[in-house]
């Protein structure tokens, strides 16, 4: 199941690691720089669910020198799909190794390409803001229909409630 989640460029050398030693394997220095390209575009943002179970494990493949390089080659296209999940690892992860490996991997990042880094961290939190304002929207819709519910409580009347932007009228 977490090998699922992995983008495609991942997925069989992290499945031979995960059963290895501490090592990554050998099929790394035959990944090509065209191929490891194509795959990430297959990944697509599906690569920063990769940061989940096996965090550490795949923080670790930054001590591949192979790995590295091809990921700083390829960072215009790699660092604004994991960035989220660099950043919530950063801050929350229940790991502290996790969250130290975060934090290197951050600082290479922001070392090799401070203007892309700063890019992703403005639209990072853009969507932090944007996702509070959905969920401060959704808690007073609930507000109001609970409220409204306990005003028609005391009677059989339906209760009706007049759609406002965000919340569609019942179909049917």
């Known amino acids: 199941m977490l090998l699922a989640m992995m983008p495609f460029c991942f997925r069989i050398p992290m499945s031979m690691w995960l059963n290895s030693s501490s090592s990554p394997p050998r099929p790394?220095?035959?990944?090509?720089?065209?191929?490891?390209?194509?795959?990430?575009?297959?990944?697509?943002?599906?690569?920063?669910?990769?940061?989940?179970?096996?965090?550490?494990?795949?923080?670790?493949?930054?001590?591949?020198?192979?790995?590295?390089?091809?990921?700083?080659?390829?960072?215009?296209?790699?660092?604004?799909?994991?960035?989220?999940?660099?950043?919530?690892?950063?801050?929350?992860?229940?790991?502290?190794a996790v969250q130290s490996l975060t934090l290197n991997v951050r600082k290479i990042f922001s070392d090799i390409d401070p203007e892309l880094f700063e890019e992703c961290s403005l639209k990072f939190q853009e969507d932090e803001a944007q996702e509070k304002e959905i969920k401060l929207k959704r808690e007073a819709t609930w507000k109001r229909l609970e409220e409204i519910a306990a005003m028609k409580a005391s009677s059989n009347e339906p209760v009706l409630v007049s759609p406002r932007k965000g919340i569609r009228a019942p179909s049917g």
């Open 28 to 96: 790394f220095s035959l990944i090509s720089a065209s191929d490891y390209s194509t795959s990430l575009e297959i990944g697509s943002s599906e690569s920063a669910k990769f940061l989940g179970q096996v965090a550490e494990r795949a923080l670790f493949l930054w001590n591949n020198d192979h790995i590295e390089n091809l990921i700083k080659q390829n960072r215009k296209v790699i660092l604004p799909i994991i960035f989220p999940a660099l950043e919530r690892n950063a801050r929350n992860h229940w790991n502290q």
